[in-house]
Each structure stands twice: as C-alpha cells, then as structure tokens.
C-alpha cells in the first residue's frame, strides 16, 4: 500500500470563485414586499383645489356633502362635473332624508366669485340649511 492510497489528495477546483445568485434574488423579493406592505399612500380624489387658508380651519365629519370648484369655475360632485341645476337637484335628493347635512365648498382660490356664489345659491336653492365654505389652516 502507498501512502497515497492512505490519504487521497483533494482534487484542485480550477474554476473561478461565483457568487450564487439565488439569495441575493431572495433579499430582493423581501426588500419589494417590505417595501409594498409598508407604504402609505395619499389619498387623492383627482382634484388639484388649492383652497384658501383661514385661521378657524377646523376638520370635517363624514356626514357632509361636498361640492368642489375648480380655479375655472367649474363645479364637482362626487367627481362628476356638475351644473347649477344639477347641484340644485342633487341636493335636493340628498338632503331629503337628512335635511340637517350640512353642504361643504371646497373653492379654490383662484375661483372666481361669481362661481363661488352661483355654487351658493344653487345649494341654498335645493334646500341646504348648513353651507360652509373648506380652508385650510393659515401659516406663518
């Protein structure tokens, strides 16, 4: 017996040292997953409405019916554009079985005021009792 057959040399690797892609594919998936569960995202309803800013802003409930207006003038409900008579008339659907929800404007500032005030009157025509007009909170 040679002493060869006692301790067997290890074969040489000749190869180029690699590095396994596998895990490095799992720390990506973790990292996307981690990163989809964990954002927030602003809630946005389409309108770019700057409105003006009051001192008083104080929040809104949920039981308020919100009318927007666009720096054109144009009139929003529920996303919709909306006429003077549309507003009249939807309100008056609305406010049938609560007649004490309370119509919300959310103007922009750049509205003019006569469309600021046909939006007015077109509420106060389909029978809203409580008209407020949104702001934000004014900065220093």
């Known amino acids: 017996m040679s002493t060869d057959d006692l301790c ?26 981690f990163f989809m569960v964990t954002t927030v995202f602003p809630e946005n309803d389409g309108l770019l409405i700057e ?29 919709r554009p909306v006429t003077a008579d549309d507003i009249k008339r939807l309100l008056e659907i609305e406010l049938t079985s609560k007649p004490q929800r309370a119509v919300t404007i959310h103007a922009d500032r750049r509205a003019t005021t006569e469309s600021l005030i046909d939006v007015i009157d077109a509420a106060k025509a389909g029978g809203a009792r409580q008209l407020g007009i949104a702001t934000d909170e004014k900065r220093d």
């Open 8 to 33: 067997p040399m290890p074969a040489v690797n000749t190869g180029k040292p690699e590095i396994s892609m596998a895990p490095l594919v799992d720390i990506v998936f973790l990292l996307l997953i």
């Open 51 to 79: 409105k003006p800013s009051s001192e008083n802003a104080a929040a809104l409930d949920n039981e308020h019916v919100i009318i927007k207006l666009d720096r054109q003038g144009i009139a929003y409900m529920e996303e």
